[in-house]
């Protein structure tokens, strides 16, 4: 049998690969402590757990879900994003629950990606951004994220051309694998490009709770105009330690939600009602747990700064998201780094190419590691080199 083009140019998904090479590793005996993978380590907080077993003994929670989700769901969100943002959303036409938002960042290319179209997309990036519009038959547009230009892309370096052709444009803050930040003014900025050449934008803010001294990220829809020309793809997965169960969201421009709906409702059958019960709770309930986990991921993150200085590795210490982005010693790219330090070491980083290439140069560590292993992990980087702590 022969698969169709599409899926047979796919590269390999980024963490399949260095899943593997771990796997391989831990079968030859090695210990090997990875930072690569942005997974929560902590469980999900308990009140959203017990709100999931009740909805679950729920029969009415045993039928297909609808694919827009449960009106309480969608109040919920929009609860929230006001609270949080003091963003006022239309829960009836503003708001779509996702099956994490991985799922609704790939489908929305299928909705404004015609074959030949083109999306912008940052490099580096999460890599589905891109992947989606390739499935759909669009190119992807690189917008390189530079360290000079704070990883922002600049929006003045696209072609007129490009940006005359351009249906969909991405953006990422805080960022997924660099750790920038932006604020309103950089948001404006994107607002006004996407009026002048009419480009649907489409903001992934999922580590908007993921912050560290005092520092909180603005939404995108924060920005004058900003429902006028795009959607925030949000998701319950890292601000409540939810990735397991797969629920996101879509905010924003009614028109463009409504798109998604309609592509979604022929495609899957919505998100299990428990799931949502278990959602609402998240959204609705006590948030110290936010406070208490970004408390943890900043003293990880001290950690690990303090530990790449000892062994002459430079990272900005980032201000939000998960990760450290971290420049490569001299002589190496990405990808041998990586390797020398799985090697030598037996620690596991994410080579910033892995990302696109202008992420050459840098590795991508995670703060999601278990403390337990976080200080084994510590002392086999402190000992790359030699250096002893
Ligand atoms: C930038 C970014 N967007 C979206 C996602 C997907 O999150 P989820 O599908 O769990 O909501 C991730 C996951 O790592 C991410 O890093």
Redesign the pocket.
């Given at each position: 049998m022969k698969i169709a083009r599409r899926v047979a140019n796919l590269p390999p998904y980024l963490f399949v690969e260095i899943s593997k090479k771990i796997a391989a590793k831990r079968a030859g005996g090695e210990e090997v402590i990875s930072f690569a993978i942005?997974?929560p380590d902590a469980p999900t907080p308990q009140h959203i757990i017990e709100r999931l077993c009740r909805a679950a003994r729920e029969p009415a929670n045993h039928h297909y879900p609808e694919t827009e989700g449960l009106p309480e769901l969608r109040r919920s969100i929009a609860g929230w994003y006001q609270k949080r943002f003091g963003v006022s959303l239309d829960p009836d036409r503003e708001v779509l629950p996702?099956i994490?938002?991985?799922?609704g960042?790939g489908h929305i290319a299928w909705c404004y990606i015609d074959p030949g179209d083109t999306a912008l997309v940052p490099d580096p990036?999460?890599p589905?951004y891109a992947i989606g519009t390739t499935l759909a038959g669009g190119e992807p547009y690189y917008m390189p994220l530079t360290e000079e230009n704070n990883f922002l892309p600049d929006l003045d370096a696209i072609p007129e051309d490009i940006a005359k052709k351009t249906k969909l444009l991405w953006i990422?803050y805080p960022?997924?694998?660099t750790g920038a930040t932006a604020d309103i003014g950089f948001f404006d900025r994107v607002v006004q490009f996407a009026r002048k050449y009419d480009i649907a934008v489409c903001h992934?803010g999922?580590?908007s709770e993921v912050a560290f001294d005092g520092y909180k990220p603005v939404s995108f829809l924060e920005a004058d105009g900003a429902r006028e020309v795009g959607v925030e793809?949000?998701?319950?997965?890292?601000s409540y330690n939810?990735?397991g169960w797969?629920?996101?969201m879509a905010v924003g421009n009614a028109d463009m939600i409504n798109a998604l709906k309609i592509f979604k409702s022929n495609l899957d059958s919505g998100i299990p009602q428990a799931i949502q019960h278990a959602a609402i709770e998240a959204l609705s309930g006590p948030q110290d747990c936010i406070e208490k986990h970004n408390d943890i991921y900043q003293r990880r993150r001290d950690l690990i700064i303090e530990t790449l200085a000892d062994i002459g590795i430079k990272a900005v210490t980032p201000r939000a998201s998960?990760y450290i982005w971290a420049g490569v010693p001299k002589g190496y790219t990405s990808v041998e780094f990586a390797a020398d330090l799985l090697e030598q070491v037996g620690v596991v980083v994410t080579p910033g190419t892995g990302y696109g290439p202008h992420g050459e140069g840098y590795i991508r560590l995670s703060l999601t590691i278990p403390d337990a292993s976080l200080l084994k992990g510590l002392n086999k980087l402190a000992a790359w080199r030699g250096v002893k702590r």
């Open positions: 942005g997974d996702l994490g938002s991985k799922e960042i990036a999460y589905v990422n960022n997924n694998p992934d999922p580590y793809f949000h998701s319950l997965s890292k939810m990735t797969r629920i996101g998960l």
